[in-house]
């Protein structure tokens, strides 16, 4: 992992790397000898739909302190014509990671929300939200399931009742180890 582009805090570290045209992530269990993959954003040039991609699509990083030492990472991009943003920050204090993600809309999404590989071996509990050994998702405004075998999807909960709107989800990495 890369140091200069990571949040490590606790049991957890999220790396940012760019791929292409744009940044992806990775979230590591590091809470043991050898760190261990948990999830891993999935990023492509060539989306079903290019407008609607199956993560933001993130293109410019900025890295902030905060006065509490906590490290932050503030992430926007763009598709179609929608504006994208997603901050992750590590809170020193309860050991957890916390994603916020927006997307700022024109026009009805035929998908949006993160969506991520399972590291190897990772198995997801729907019904407890856990990713087994490693971890429980907490969300914010958003729902969680398998996708597909090896898929995670997070989406917004909202509904969009007028346009342009902003829609919000978040989810939060908690320690169950």
Same mark, same amino acid.
């Given at each position: 992992m890369n140091?200069a582009?990571?949040i490590?805090v606790?049991?957890?570290a999220?790396?940012f790397?760019?791929?292409?045209?744009?940044?992806?992530h990775?979230v590591?269990?590091v809470g043991?000898d050898?760190?261990?993959?948990l999830?891993?954003?999935?990023?492509?040039?060539r989306p079903?739909? &290019?407008?609607w991609?199956?993560s933001p699509?993130? $293109?410019e %990083?900025?890295?902030?302190? !905060?006065a509490?030492?906590d490290?932050?990472?503030?992430?926007v991009g763009m598709a179609?014509?929608s504006h994208?943003?997603?901050?992750?920050?590590?809170?020193r204090?309860?050991?957890t990671?916390?994603?916020?993600a927006a997307?700022?809309?024109?026009?009805?999404?035929?998908?949006l929300?993160s969506?991520?590989?399972?590291? &190897?071996g990772?198995?997801?509990?729907?019904?407890? $939200?856990? %990713?087994q050994g490693a971890c !429980?998702?907490e969300?914010?405004?958003?729902?969680?399931?398998s996708?597909?075998?090896g898929?995670l999807?997070?989406?917004?909960?909202?509904?969009?009742?007028?346009l342009?709107a902003?829609v919000?989800?978040?989810?939060m990495l908690?320690?169950?180890?």
């Amino acid at each position: 992992m890369n140091q200069a582009s990571t949040i490590t805090v606790g049991t957890f570290a999220v790396e940012f790397e760019r791929s292409g045209d744009r940044f992806g992530h990775r979230v590591w269990f590091v809470g043991s000898d050898e760190p261990r993959l948990l999830l891993e954003s999935i990023e492509t040039d060539r989306p079903v739909d &290019p407008a609607w991609p199956p993560s933001p699509p993130l $293109q410019e %990083l900025h890295w902030e302190t !905060r006065a509490s030492g906590d490290k932050v990472a503030l992430l926007v991009g763009m598709a179609g014509k929608s504006h994208w943003s997603l901050s992750c920050r590590g809170d020193r204090a309860s050991g957890t990671i916390v994603l916020d993600a927006a997307c700022r809309v024109k026009q009805a999404p035929q998908w949006l929300g993160s969506s991520y590989r399972l590291g &190897p071996g990772v198995e997801f509990d729907p019904e407890r $939200q856990v %990713l087994q050994g490693a971890c !429980r998702l907490e969300l914010g405004g958003a729902r969680l399931w398998s996708a597909e075998p090896g898929v995670l999807a997070i989406a917004p909960d909202s509904t969009l009742d007028t346009l342009p709107a902003t829609v919000e989800w978040s989810y939060m990495l908690l320690n169950t180890v």
